[in-house]
């Protein structure tokens, strides 16, 4: 789905959920973002950090891909208890 600007300063719901997007990188940059489709490659250290940036500021869509077998941790000062492991 394509947005343009214009639809989007008119779209009240936009505004209020992307006010400080929109506020600190302008609403020409906001609306190039929410149109925007990003791969991530690799999400070991710095990779995870800024997937996790990038999808909070609101891309359009964002797919991760990562080629290591993700892995359940069990962390010990964790009160969540796991019976089965994957």
Aim: hydrophobic letters at 45%; glycine letters at 10%.
């Amino acid at each position: 789905m394509y947005f343009k600007m214009g639809d989007l300063t008119k779209n009240a719901a936009f505004m209020d959920l992307y006010s400080r997007q929109i506020g600190a990188f302008g609403i020409e940059t906001m609306a190039k973002l929410v149109n925007m489709r990003v791969l991530i490659c690799g999400l070991r250290g710095v990779g995870i950090e800024i997937a996790k940036n990038l999808v909070l500021a609101g891309p359009g869509s964002v797919i991760l891909h990562d080629d290591e077998a993700a892995e359940v941790r069990v962390h010990y000062n964790c009160n969540i208890k796991f019976n089965h492991y994957f």
